[in-house]
Structures are given as C-alpha cells and as structure tokens.
Nanobody
Framework: QVQLVESGGGLVEPGGSLRLSCAAS????????MGWYRQAPGNERELVAR???????NYAESVKGRFTISRISAANTVYLQMNKVKPEDTAVYYC??????????WGQGTQVTVSS
C-alpha cells in the first residue's frame, strides 16, 4: 500500500503563487503515475495535472499555462506549482498515485483558498 503525504496548502491572494508537495512511501517502485485532483464544494473531483513515470504530463484546460507539475523521482515526491491563482482555484487538492497493478491511492487532501 502506498502512503501519500501532502503539504503546502493555505490562503493565497488572487494572482499569487503556491506550491503543493506530495511525498510517496511504500511500494514506490510500482508507481506509474502521480497527479493532483481537486474538489470544490458542490463539485465533483477533477483532474488538475498528472505526470507519468516516463515524464509525460497532462493538465486540465483551466490550469494550463499557470500550473506546473514536476517530480523528484529519487525523493518520490511530486510538486504542483500554482501561479497566477484565481478564486475559482479554491478547493481541496488531493494527491493521487496509480500503480502498475491498477490500484490507485489518495492523499488526505490539502485546502487551497484563493481570496483577498
């Protein structure tokens, strides 16, 4: 079972920046994908960005050009750099990982609030 520990959420003003981190432990050699999802009140959980083991990245249209996902493989850590944030980016952000056996795991979530 993979364990995911997130950090970096908080309150940020519109137009500001924030960086989220997610560290994975246990069974890390089976990880094929790590990514970030978010869920705002009343909305479904949606993909924000993900990075595959080979380095391929995917982004939601709403964050392209503003958010960047990256990873440090040796540290089993993935980052989400959030720039030019907007109030509509307010949500609970969840780290997610997929394994080669098809299983997926979630972090506990970290709150991001964009407000002046």
């Amino acid at each position: 079972q993979v364990q995911l520990v997130e950090s970096g959420g908080g309150l940020v003003e519109p137009g500001g920046s924030l960086r989220l981190s997610c560290a994975a432990s246990n069974n890390i050699f089976s990880i094929t994908m790590m990514g970030w999802y978010r869920q705002a009140p009343g909305n479904e959980r949606e993909l924000v960005a993900r990075i595959m083991r080979g380095g391929t990245t995917n982004y939601a249209e709403s964050v392209k050009g503003r958010f960047t996902i990256s990873r440090i493989s040796a540290a089993n850590t993935v980052y989400l750099q959030m720039n030019k944030v907007k109030p509509e980016d307010t949500a609970v952000y969840y780290c997610n990982t997929g394994l080669s056996n098809g299983r997926a795991y979630w972090g506990q979530g970290t709150q991001v609030t964009v407000s002046s």
